[in-house]
Protein backbone atom coordinates (compact mmCIF):
# COMPACT_ATOMS: atom_id res chain seq x y z
CA UNK A 1 0.00 0.00 0.00
CA UNK A 2 1.30 3.15 -0.94
CA UNK A 3 1.43 6.70 1.45
CA UNK A 4 1.52 10.12 1.70
CA UNK A 5 5.09 10.91 2.33
CA UNK A 6 6.85 13.53 5.05
CA UNK A 7 9.90 12.47 5.02
CA UNK A 8 12.86 12.79 2.13
CA UNK A 9 12.35 12.58 -1.86
CA UNK A 10 8.88 10.45 -3.28
CA UNK A 11 9.71 7.43 -4.48
CA UNK A 12 6.76 5.93 -7.20
CA UNK A 13 6.70 2.60 -5.39
CA UNK A 14 5.90 3.57 -2.23
CA UNK A 15 4.78 6.84 -2.08
CA UNK A 16 1.62 9.08 -2.89
CA UNK A 17 2.35 11.59 -5.54
CA UNK A 18 2.22 13.67 -8.72
CA UNK A 19 4.66 13.45 -11.90
CA UNK A 20 7.42 14.77 -10.05
CA UNK A 21 9.10 16.69 -12.96
CA UNK A 22 6.02 17.99 -14.40
CA UNK A 23 6.60 21.60 -12.41
CA UNK A 24 10.11 21.68 -14.04
CA UNK A 25 8.94 20.95 -17.59
CA UNK A 26 6.62 24.12 -17.10
CA UNK A 27 9.51 26.48 -17.11
CA UNK A 28 11.03 24.39 -20.35
CA UNK A 29 14.28 22.82 -18.79
CA UNK A 30 14.05 20.54 -21.33
CA UNK A 31 15.09 23.77 -24.11
CA UNK A 32 18.11 24.40 -21.16
CA UNK A 33 19.39 21.06 -21.27
CA UNK A 34 19.20 20.32 -25.12
CA UNK A 35 21.00 23.73 -25.54
CA UNK A 36 23.77 23.38 -23.34
CA UNK A 37 22.85 25.49 -20.58
CA UNK A 38 23.95 25.92 -16.90
CA UNK A 39 20.96 26.52 -14.88
CA UNK A 40 19.32 26.92 -11.07
CA UNK A 41 16.51 25.46 -9.73
CA UNK A 42 15.69 27.28 -6.20
CA UNK A 43 12.69 26.86 -3.84
CA UNK A 44 11.46 26.71 -0.74
CA UNK A 45 12.89 23.44 1.90
CA UNK A 46 10.85 19.98 1.42
CA UNK A 47 8.51 21.81 -1.78
CA UNK A 48 9.94 18.68 -3.97
CA UNK A 49 13.06 19.65 -5.37
CA UNK A 50 15.32 16.85 -4.82
CA UNK A 51 11.98 14.34 -6.08
CA UNK A 52 11.82 16.64 -8.87
CA UNK A 53 15.55 16.29 -10.07
CA UNK A 54 15.55 12.42 -9.61
CA UNK A 55 12.86 12.33 -11.98
CA UNK A 56 14.66 14.17 -14.77
CA UNK A 57 17.76 12.78 -14.68
CA UNK A 58 15.99 9.12 -14.79
CA UNK A 59 14.12 10.27 -17.38
CA UNK A 60 16.98 11.59 -19.34
CA UNK A 61 19.37 8.76 -19.15
CA UNK A 62 16.28 6.45 -20.13
CA UNK A 63 16.01 8.00 -22.88
CA UNK A 64 19.17 7.19 -24.08
CA UNK A 65 20.35 10.63 -25.18
CA UNK A 66 22.29 11.45 -21.61
CA UNK A 67 24.06 10.54 -18.82
CA UNK A 68 22.44 12.79 -16.00
CA UNK A 69 22.79 12.33 -12.09
CA UNK A 70 21.81 14.35 -9.08
CA UNK A 71 24.74 14.77 -6.45
CA UNK A 72 24.44 16.05 -3.22
CA UNK A 73 27.13 19.07 -1.87
CA UNK A 74 25.99 18.19 1.47
CA UNK A 75 27.91 16.39 2.64
CA UNK A 76 30.77 19.00 2.19
CA UNK A 77 28.87 21.26 4.57
CA UNK A 78 30.45 19.61 7.71
CA UNK A 79 34.17 20.76 6.79
CA UNK A 80 33.46 24.14 6.18
CA UNK A 81 37.15 24.84 6.73
CA UNK A 82 38.81 22.44 5.22
CA UNK A 83 38.57 22.62 1.28
CA UNK A 84 40.67 19.06 0.54
CA UNK A 85 38.28 17.17 2.90
CA UNK A 86 35.12 18.83 1.66
CA UNK A 87 36.41 18.21 -1.79
CA UNK A 88 37.29 14.37 -0.94
CA UNK A 89 34.11 13.89 1.22
CA UNK A 90 31.91 15.06 -1.48
CA UNK A 91 33.48 13.01 -4.57
CA UNK A 92 33.38 9.80 -1.79
CA UNK A 93 29.59 10.59 -1.75
CA UNK A 94 29.18 11.13 -5.31
CA UNK A 95 30.76 7.11 -6.02
CA UNK A 96 28.18 5.74 -4.29
CA UNK A 97 25.19 7.86 -5.31
CA UNK A 98 26.37 7.00 -9.34
CA UNK A 99 27.02 2.92 -8.12
CA UNK A 100 23.38 2.92 -7.02
CA UNK A 101 21.34 5.48 -9.44
CA UNK A 102 23.45 4.04 -13.23
CA UNK A 103 24.64 1.00 -15.03
CA UNK A 104 28.38 0.04 -14.92
CA UNK A 105 28.30 1.46 -18.21
CA UNK A 106 27.70 5.00 -17.28
CA UNK A 107 29.71 5.19 -14.23
CA UNK A 108 32.30 7.85 -13.30
CA UNK A 109 35.55 6.86 -13.57
CA UNK A 110 37.73 6.46 -10.64
CA UNK A 111 38.28 10.16 -9.61
CA UNK A 112 41.61 11.25 -10.38
CA UNK A 113 44.05 13.01 -7.77
CA UNK A 114 44.05 16.87 -7.91
CA UNK A 115 45.08 19.98 -5.82
CA UNK A 116 42.67 21.36 -2.90
CA UNK A 117 40.61 23.67 -4.56
CA UNK A 118 40.73 21.71 -7.99
CA UNK A 119 39.15 18.21 -7.40
CA UNK A 120 35.57 18.59 -8.27
CA UNK A 121 36.57 20.16 -11.38
CA UNK A 122 39.07 18.00 -12.26
CA UNK A 123 36.33 14.78 -11.55
CA UNK A 124 34.03 16.15 -13.80
CA UNK A 125 35.97 16.65 -16.20
CA UNK A 126 37.13 13.37 -16.40
CA UNK A 127 33.93 12.05 -16.23
CA UNK A 128 32.92 14.19 -19.30
CA UNK A 129 35.60 12.56 -21.13
CA UNK A 130 35.13 9.08 -20.49
CA UNK A 131 31.53 9.33 -20.47
CA UNK A 132 29.74 8.32 -24.30
CA UNK A 133 27.29 10.56 -23.65
CA UNK A 134 26.58 14.07 -22.93
CA UNK A 135 26.44 14.54 -19.13
CA UNK A 136 23.86 16.56 -17.24
CA UNK A 137 24.13 17.06 -13.65
CA UNK A 138 22.38 17.92 -11.05
CA UNK A 139 23.92 19.53 -8.38
CA UNK A 140 21.56 19.24 -4.85
CA UNK A 141 21.77 21.43 -1.43
CA UNK A 142 24.49 23.40 -3.54
CA UNK A 143 23.47 26.24 -0.53
CA UNK A 144 24.80 23.93 2.13
CA UNK A 145 28.29 25.13 1.34
CA UNK A 146 30.02 27.61 3.11
CA UNK A 147 32.43 30.03 2.89
CA UNK A 148 35.49 28.92 1.01
CA UNK A 149 34.40 25.18 0.26
CA UNK A 150 31.36 27.15 -1.83
CA UNK A 151 33.51 29.87 -3.11
CA UNK A 152 35.71 27.04 -4.87
CA UNK A 153 33.50 24.88 -5.82
CA UNK A 154 31.24 28.12 -7.78
CA UNK A 155 34.95 28.81 -9.66
CA UNK A 156 35.73 25.40 -10.65
CA UNK A 157 32.26 24.85 -12.34
CA UNK A 158 32.99 28.49 -14.17
CA UNK A 159 36.83 27.17 -15.32
CA UNK A 160 35.23 24.27 -16.69
CA UNK A 161 32.02 25.92 -18.57
CA UNK A 162 33.96 26.49 -21.57
CA UNK A 163 35.47 22.83 -22.24
CA UNK A 164 31.64 21.26 -22.24
CA UNK A 165 29.70 19.23 -23.40
CA UNK A 166 33.65 17.02 -24.79
CA UNK A 167 35.48 17.73 -21.57
CA UNK A 168 32.56 18.97 -19.01
CA UNK A 169 29.10 18.49 -18.23
CA UNK A 170 27.00 19.36 -21.54
CA UNK A 171 24.33 20.82 -19.02
CA UNK A 172 24.29 21.65 -15.32
CA UNK A 173 21.79 22.52 -12.48
CA UNK A 174 22.42 24.07 -9.20
CA UNK A 175 19.65 23.18 -6.60
CA UNK A 176 19.23 24.60 -3.02
CA UNK A 177 17.04 27.60 -1.56
CA UNK A 178 18.35 30.59 -3.02
CA UNK A 179 19.45 32.22 -6.06
CA UNK A 180 22.77 31.58 -6.34
CA UNK A 181 23.30 34.60 -7.81
CA UNK A 182 22.37 36.25 -4.36
CA UNK A 183 24.19 33.50 -2.47
CA UNK A 184 25.96 34.97 0.77
CA UNK A 185 29.36 33.60 2.04
CA UNK A 186 27.84 31.90 5.37
CA UNK A 187 29.74 34.30 7.87
CA UNK A 188 26.77 36.27 9.17
CA UNK A 189 25.68 38.68 6.26
CA UNK A 190 29.33 39.01 4.82
CA UNK A 191 29.70 40.32 1.78
CA UNK A 192 28.86 38.72 -1.49
CA UNK A 193 30.83 36.04 -3.36
CA UNK A 194 34.00 37.24 -5.09
CA UNK A 195 31.71 38.65 -8.16
CA UNK A 196 28.01 40.32 -7.78
CA UNK A 197 27.25 37.34 -9.86
CA UNK A 198 29.42 34.41 -8.69
CA UNK A 199 27.52 31.86 -11.58
CA UNK A 200 27.16 34.41 -13.79
CA UNK A 201 27.22 31.77 -16.32
CA UNK A 202 23.91 30.40 -15.23
CA UNK A 203 21.27 31.02 -18.42
CA UNK A 204 18.55 30.84 -16.47
CA UNK A 205 16.95 30.91 -12.54
CA UNK A 206 13.93 28.88 -12.31
CA UNK A 207 11.78 28.60 -9.53
CA UNK A 208 9.50 25.42 -7.89
CA UNK A 209 6.36 26.52 -7.42
CA UNK A 210 4.03 24.79 -4.87
CA UNK A 211 0.84 22.78 -6.15
CA UNK A 212 -2.41 24.53 -7.56
CA UNK A 213 -5.52 23.43 -6.49
CA UNK A 214 -6.03 20.73 -8.66
CA UNK A 215 -2.73 19.05 -7.96
CA UNK A 216 -3.82 18.74 -4.42
CA UNK A 217 -6.71 17.37 -5.14
CA UNK A 218 -5.43 14.84 -7.43
CA UNK A 219 -2.72 14.26 -4.86
CA UNK A 220 -5.10 13.56 -1.98
CA UNK A 221 -7.62 11.94 -4.33
CA UNK A 222 -4.84 9.02 -5.12
CA UNK A 223 -5.54 7.78 -1.66
CA UNK A 224 -8.92 7.20 -2.17
CA UNK A 225 -8.67 5.40 -5.53
CA UNK A 226 -6.21 3.14 -3.49
CA UNK A 227 -8.27 2.37 -0.64
CA UNK A 228 -11.70 3.37 -1.21
CA UNK A 229 -11.25 6.01 1.78
CA UNK A 230 -12.96 9.26 0.20
CA UNK A 231 -11.87 12.85 1.87
CA UNK A 232 -15.00 15.31 1.68
CA UNK A 233 -15.32 18.01 -0.75
CA UNK A 234 -14.85 20.21 2.25
CA UNK A 235 -12.28 18.60 3.22
CA UNK A 236 -9.97 18.52 0.11
CA UNK A 237 -10.99 22.52 -0.18
CA UNK A 238 -9.72 23.19 3.37
CA UNK A 239 -6.37 21.04 2.78
CA UNK A 240 -5.78 23.54 0.12
CA UNK A 241 -6.96 26.88 1.96
CA UNK A 242 -4.41 25.83 4.72
CA UNK A 243 -1.17 25.15 2.96
CA UNK A 244 -1.73 27.39 -0.37
CA UNK A 245 0.20 24.08 -1.92
CA UNK A 246 3.12 23.56 -0.06
CA UNK A 247 3.98 19.82 -1.14
CA UNK A 248 5.26 18.46 2.42
CA UNK A 249 2.15 20.30 4.39
CA UNK A 250 -0.67 18.69 1.76
CA UNK A 251 1.22 15.39 2.56
CA UNK A 252 1.76 16.15 6.45
CA UNK A 253 -2.14 16.78 6.63
CA UNK A 254 -3.33 14.10 4.77
CA UNK A 255 -0.64 11.72 6.71
CA UNK A 256 -1.70 12.62 9.81
CA UNK A 257 -5.98 12.08 8.88
CA UNK A 258 -5.60 9.10 7.31
CA UNK A 259 -3.05 7.22 9.04
CA UNK A 260 -4.33 8.81 13.14
CA UNK A 261 -7.64 10.48 13.00
CA UNK A 262 -9.40 8.39 10.25
CA UNK A 263 -7.71 5.12 9.79
CA UNK A 264 -10.80 3.55 9.63
CA UNK A 265 -11.31 3.06 5.51
CA UNK A 266 -15.03 2.77 5.44
CA UNK A 267 -14.66 6.58 7.04
CA UNK A 268 -14.85 9.32 5.15
CA UNK A 269 -11.92 12.33 5.93
CA UNK A 270 -13.95 15.46 7.03
CA UNK A 271 -12.77 19.00 8.05
CA UNK A 272 -13.11 18.65 10.98
CA UNK A 273 -9.95 15.63 10.91
CA UNK A 274 -8.10 17.92 8.53
CA UNK A 275 -8.47 20.74 11.41
CA UNK A 276 -7.18 18.39 14.16
CA UNK A 277 -3.94 17.08 11.95
CA UNK A 278 -3.55 20.94 11.23
CA UNK A 279 -3.05 21.15 15.36
CA UNK A 280 -1.13 18.21 15.73
CA UNK A 281 1.42 19.16 13.29
CA UNK A 282 2.24 22.53 15.07
CA UNK A 283 1.76 21.48 18.63
CA UNK A 284 4.49 18.51 17.66
CA UNK A 285 6.30 20.88 15.84
CA UNK A 286 7.67 18.73 13.08
CA UNK A 287 10.95 18.80 11.64
CA UNK A 288 10.05 21.11 8.12
CA UNK A 289 7.91 23.06 10.64
CA UNK A 290 11.22 23.54 13.12
CA UNK A 291 13.21 24.13 10.58
CA UNK A 292 11.22 26.67 9.25
CA UNK A 293 10.61 28.60 12.44
CA UNK A 294 14.37 28.40 13.38
CA UNK A 295 14.99 30.70 10.95
CA UNK A 296 13.04 33.64 13.12
CA UNK A 297 15.62 34.51 15.16
CA UNK A 298 17.80 35.40 12.17
CA UNK A 299 18.17 39.20 12.19
CA UNK A 300 17.35 39.49 8.19
CA UNK A 301 14.12 37.14 8.68
CA UNK A 302 13.45 39.00 11.88
CA UNK A 303 13.48 42.93 10.42
CA UNK A 304 10.98 41.51 7.78
CA UNK A 305 8.31 39.36 10.07
CA UNK A 306 8.55 41.71 12.77
CA UNK A 307 6.45 44.77 11.10
CA UNK A 308 4.70 42.23 8.94
CA UNK A 309 2.96 41.16 12.56
CA UNK A 310 2.82 44.86 14.00
CA UNK A 311 1.20 45.59 10.72
CA UNK A 312 4.02 48.49 10.00
CA UNK A 313 6.07 49.01 7.24
CA UNK A 314 8.94 47.42 5.84
CA UNK A 315 10.47 50.67 5.36
CA UNK A 316 14.50 50.54 4.65
CA UNK A 317 14.68 46.54 4.65
CA UNK A 318 17.42 45.74 1.59
CA UNK A 319 15.78 44.16 -0.93
CA UNK A 320 18.30 40.92 -0.81
CA UNK A 321 16.65 40.48 2.76
CA UNK A 322 13.19 40.22 1.14
CA UNK A 323 14.26 38.15 -0.95
CA UNK A 324 15.97 35.58 1.53
CA UNK A 325 12.45 35.16 3.58
CA UNK A 326 10.89 34.70 0.40
CA UNK A 327 13.16 31.75 -0.82
CA UNK A 328 13.00 30.60 2.47
CA UNK A 329 9.28 30.03 1.83
CA UNK A 330 8.20 31.88 5.24
CA UNK A 331 6.03 34.42 3.20
CA UNK A 332 5.10 34.98 -0.83
CA UNK A 333 4.45 38.03 -2.78
CA UNK A 334 0.83 38.83 -3.88
CA UNK A 335 0.11 39.50 -7.22
CA UNK A 336 0.59 43.53 -6.21
CA UNK A 337 4.04 42.75 -4.76
CA UNK A 338 3.11 43.01 -0.90
CA UNK A 339 4.41 40.42 1.36
CA UNK A 340 2.10 38.17 2.95
CA UNK A 341 3.10 35.35 5.07
CA UNK A 342 3.00 31.82 2.69
CA UNK A 343 0.17 30.28 3.98
CA UNK A 344 -2.56 30.17 6.78
CA UNK A 345 -0.30 27.31 8.55
CA UNK A 346 2.96 29.59 8.77
CA UNK A 347 0.15 32.57 9.38
CA UNK A 348 -0.52 30.58 12.97
CA UNK A 349 3.07 28.67 13.78
CA UNK A 350 4.94 32.25 13.90
CA UNK A 351 3.31 34.10 16.24
CA UNK A 352 2.68 30.85 18.25
CA UNK A 353 6.77 30.33 18.55
CA UNK A 354 7.81 33.48 19.44
CA UNK A 355 5.37 33.56 21.77
CA UNK A 356 6.09 30.51 23.37
CA UNK A 357 9.03 32.13 25.22
CA UNK A 358 6.40 33.75 27.41
CA UNK A 359 3.80 30.87 27.66
CA UNK A 360 6.58 29.21 29.25
CA UNK A 361 7.20 32.28 31.60
CA UNK A 362 3.77 32.65 32.32
CA UNK A 363 3.21 31.91 36.63
CA UNK A 364 0.38 29.14 37.75
CA UNK A 365 -3.09 31.20 36.43
CA UNK A 366 -6.58 29.85 37.91
CA UNK A 367 -8.92 29.60 35.15
CA UNK A 368 -11.21 32.43 36.86
CA UNK A 369 -12.62 33.01 33.33
CA UNK A 370 -15.06 29.99 33.36
CA UNK A 371 -18.78 29.21 33.95
CA UNK A 372 -20.26 26.60 36.57
CA UNK A 373 -20.51 24.66 33.15
CA UNK A 374 -17.10 25.21 31.77
CA UNK A 375 -18.04 28.13 28.67
CA UNK A 376 -15.83 31.02 28.50
CA UNK A 377 -17.26 34.44 30.56
CA UNK A 378 -15.81 36.94 28.52
CA UNK A 379 -16.34 39.72 31.72
CA UNK A 380 -14.60 37.09 33.68
CA UNK A 381 -11.80 37.26 31.14
CA UNK A 382 -11.46 40.58 31.05
CA UNK A 383 -11.24 40.59 34.97
CA UNK A 384 -8.74 38.51 34.78
CA UNK A 385 -6.30 39.73 31.79
CA UNK A 386 -6.40 42.93 33.55
CA UNK A 387 -5.20 41.40 37.17
CA UNK A 388 -2.43 39.66 35.11
CA UNK A 389 -1.19 42.18 32.80
CA UNK A 390 -0.68 44.24 36.21
CA UNK A 391 1.07 41.76 38.06
CA UNK A 392 2.94 39.97 35.43
CA UNK A 393 2.61 41.89 32.48
CA UNK A 394 6.38 44.39 32.59
CA UNK A 395 8.41 41.24 33.42
CA UNK A 396 7.16 39.34 30.71
CA UNK A 397 7.73 41.45 28.02
CA UNK A 398 11.66 40.78 28.43
CA UNK A 399 10.59 37.13 27.03
CA UNK A 400 9.66 38.21 24.10
CA UNK A 401 12.22 37.67 20.93
CA UNK A 402 10.51 40.71 19.05
CA UNK A 403 10.55 44.08 21.14
CA UNK A 404 7.84 45.75 18.60
CA UNK A 405 5.49 43.57 19.06
CA UNK A 406 6.49 42.14 22.72
CA UNK A 407 3.07 43.14 24.46
CA UNK A 408 1.37 41.21 21.35
CA UNK A 409 3.46 38.03 21.97
CA UNK A 410 2.54 38.10 25.99
CA UNK A 411 -1.19 38.40 25.14
CA UNK A 412 -1.08 35.76 23.27
CA UNK A 413 1.10 33.65 26.06
CA UNK A 414 -2.19 34.44 28.20
CA UNK A 415 -4.87 33.61 25.47
CA UNK A 416 -3.06 30.55 24.78
CA UNK A 417 -3.10 29.73 28.73
CA UNK A 418 -6.71 30.56 28.09
CA UNK A 419 -7.68 28.02 25.63
CA UNK A 420 -5.39 25.45 26.71
CA UNK A 421 -6.22 23.04 24.22
CA UNK A 422 -10.32 23.72 24.48
CA UNK A 423 -9.96 26.19 22.05
CA UNK A 424 -8.62 27.83 19.21
CA UNK A 425 -6.92 31.67 18.48
CA UNK A 426 -7.33 32.87 14.70
CA UNK A 427 -4.99 35.58 14.10
CA UNK A 428 -5.54 37.92 11.23
CA UNK A 429 -2.20 40.28 10.38
CA UNK A 430 -0.68 42.05 7.59
CA UNK A 431 2.16 44.36 5.83
CA UNK A 432 0.84 47.92 6.22
CA UNK A 433 -2.45 46.88 8.20
CA UNK A 434 -1.62 48.86 11.70
CA UNK A 435 -2.82 46.13 13.64
CA UNK A 436 -3.06 42.53 14.70
CA UNK A 437 -6.40 40.76 14.78
CA UNK A 438 -7.40 38.01 16.84
CA UNK A 439 -10.20 35.61 17.74
CA UNK A 440 -10.33 33.78 20.22
CA UNK A 441 -12.98 30.27 19.96
CA UNK A 442 -13.91 28.52 23.17
CA UNK A 443 -16.89 26.19 22.85
CA UNK A 444 -19.64 28.48 21.23
CA UNK A 445 -18.18 31.99 22.85
CA UNK A 446 -16.09 33.63 20.08
CA UNK A 447 -14.40 36.46 21.38
CA UNK A 448 -12.67 38.77 19.00
CA UNK A 449 -9.78 41.36 19.71
CA UNK A 450 -8.07 44.06 18.09
CA UNK A 451 -4.29 44.95 19.23
CA UNK A 452 -3.10 48.44 18.11
CA UNK A 453 0.17 50.28 19.44
CA UNK A 454 0.73 53.64 20.65
CA UNK A 455 4.16 54.88 19.92
CA UNK A 456 6.30 57.82 20.11
CA UNK A 457 5.37 60.63 18.04
CA UNK A 458 1.81 59.02 17.11
CA UNK A 459 -1.55 60.14 17.79
CA UNK A 460 -3.81 58.14 20.54
CA UNK A 461 -5.19 55.13 17.87
CA UNK A 462 -8.43 55.14 19.85
CA UNK A 463 -10.41 56.41 16.87
CA UNK A 464 -8.55 54.59 14.03
CA UNK A 465 -8.56 51.35 16.27
CA UNK A 466 -12.89 51.50 16.66
CA UNK A 467 -13.35 52.19 13.15
CA UNK A 468 -11.06 48.89 12.47
CA UNK A 469 -12.63 46.76 15.07
CA UNK A 470 -16.03 47.96 13.39
CA UNK A 471 -14.93 46.24 10.26
CA UNK A 472 -13.55 43.20 11.76
CA UNK A 473 -16.85 42.38 13.62
CA UNK A 474 -18.86 43.00 10.77
CA UNK A 475 -17.23 40.25 8.94
CA UNK A 476 -17.50 38.12 11.69
CA UNK A 477 -20.91 38.49 12.67
CA UNK A 478 -20.28 39.78 16.15
CA UNK A 479 -22.14 42.95 17.73
CA UNK A 480 -18.94 43.57 20.51
CA UNK A 481 -15.17 43.09 21.14
CA UNK A 482 -12.12 44.10 22.59
CA UNK A 483 -9.49 47.06 21.35
CA UNK A 484 -6.22 46.66 22.68
CA UNK A 485 -3.88 49.42 22.78
CA UNK A 486 -0.69 49.05 23.82
CA UNK A 487 0.93 52.46 24.97
CA UNK A 488 4.57 51.99 23.73
CA UNK A 489 5.71 55.66 24.17
CA UNK A 490 9.07 56.41 26.13
CA UNK A 491 8.29 57.70 29.38
CA UNK A 492 10.27 59.27 32.13
CA UNK A 493 11.29 58.05 35.45
CA UNK A 494 8.79 59.07 37.55
CA UNK A 495 6.09 58.09 35.08
CA UNK A 496 3.88 55.62 36.35
CA UNK A 497 4.40 52.18 35.87
CA UNK A 498 2.42 49.68 33.84
CA UNK A 499 0.07 48.26 36.75
CA UNK A 500 -1.23 51.69 36.87
CA UNK A 501 -2.08 51.99 33.44
CA UNK A 502 -3.63 49.35 32.65
CA UNK A 503 -6.93 50.23 32.40
CA UNK A 504 -10.52 49.42 30.47
CA UNK A 505 -13.51 50.95 29.80
CA UNK A 506 -16.56 51.01 27.57
CA UNK A 507 -16.66 52.87 24.23
CA UNK A 508 -18.89 53.39 21.12
CA UNK A 509 -17.52 52.35 17.72
CA UNK A 510 -18.50 54.60 14.43
CA UNK A 511 -21.39 51.82 13.78
CA UNK A 512 -22.67 51.89 17.27
CA UNK A 513 -21.24 48.90 18.38
CA UNK A 514 -19.84 48.83 22.61
CA UNK A 515 -17.15 47.52 22.83
CA UNK A 516 -14.61 46.64 25.27
CA UNK A 517 -11.45 49.91 25.44
CA UNK A 518 -8.08 47.97 26.94
CA UNK A 519 -5.30 50.43 27.65
CA UNK A 520 -2.29 48.43 28.65
Not at 92 to 102: G, K, V
Not at 311 to 318: H, I
Not at 321 to 345: C, E, F, K, M
Request: aromatic share 6%; with cysteine.
Amino acid sequence: MKFFNTGGPCDPEYHYMLPAAARLREENVMRLIETYSYFVVHAPRQTGKTTAMLALARELTASGKYTSAVLTMEVGAGLPDDLAAAERAILANWQLSTAHDLPSELRPPPWPKGEEGQQIGNALNAWAQQSIRPLVILLDEIDALQDSVLVSVLRQLRAGYRWRPRSFPASLGLIGLRDVRDYKVKSGGSPNLGTPSPFNIAVRSITLRNFDAGEVKTLLQQHTAATGQPFTSEALEQVWQLTRGQPWLVNALAKVAVEELAPDLGQPVTVEHIETAKELLILRRQTHLDQLTDKLREPRVRQVIEPLLAGGALEDVPLDDRDYVVDLGLVSRTQGGGLVVANPIYREVIPRVLASGAQDSLPAIHPTWLTDDNQLDPDKLLTAFLAFWRQHGQPLLKSAPYHEIAPHLVLMAFLHRVVNGNGTIDREYAIGAGRMDLLVRYGPTRLALELKVWRDGAKDPLAEGLAQLDGYLSGLGLPTGWLVIFDQRSRSATAPDLAERTTSEPATTPAGRIVTVVRA
